[in-house]
């Protein structure tokens, strides 16, 4: 019985930090990946655009140049950036490509590592009303002639997914459910 238990607990415990959203590794190859993560949230296209544009709330500092919190900012404009400022530096980090408020979010830029290889990388927050809620897409596509890169793909759809399930937290997690 106890062991029923303790592997009752095991499995929700797994289930718990899977958290409500479905993310995948969409394709991975020597000259890229793509990664893709989506949920069902029930909030409306707007206070999810609104969460999603305050970067610096969800983002993990620990992915970040600085290690601080506020660091970052997203100008959501088309031509503005993702930047990180701090005493003793800054990184733009992406640029924005599309705003299309509250549909979609497209930025362009190689994060963390990627940032110093030869790559194209495309990240899109695609927002699609779904009944009252709102079903919110992620896809961050790297292409380039890296050495290396199929690698990377692993490392950084982990902490692409790890950043959207914190998105998706600070929306309000607890109203989520997988999406498509």
């Known amino acids: 019985m106890a062991r029923h238990i303790i592997l009752l607990a095991a499995g929700l415990a797994a289930l718990i930090a899977a958290g409500p959203s479905r993310a995948e590794l969409v394709t991975r190859g020597p000259e890229g990946f793509t990664s ?51 005493d003793g530096g800054s990184v733009r980090h992406a640029s924005v490509l599309a705003s299309m408020p509250p549909a979609l979010l497209r930025l362009e830029g190689g994060l963390g590592p990627l940032q110093a290889l030869p790559v194209n990388a495309v990240l899109d927050f695609t927002l699609k009303p779904d009944g009252p809620g709102t079903l ?11 050495s290396g890169l199929e690698a990377m793909a692993e490392p950084v759809d982990a902490v692409m997914s790890a950043a959207f399930r914190r998105l998706v937290k600070q929306i309000g997690g607890a109203d989520t459910q997988p999406g498509p």
């Open 36 to 86: 893709a993560s989506s949920a069902r949230l029930s909030r409306a296209p707007a206070d999810v655009w609104a969460a999603l544009v305050a970067w610096h709330r969800w983002w993990d500092p620990a992915h970040s140049h600085s290690g601080q919190v506020g660091a970052m900012r997203l100008e959501a404009d088309a031509g503005g950036a993702l930047l990180e400022r701090w």
């Open 136 to 146: 919110l897409s992620m896809e961050y596509r790297v292409a380039g002639t890296a």
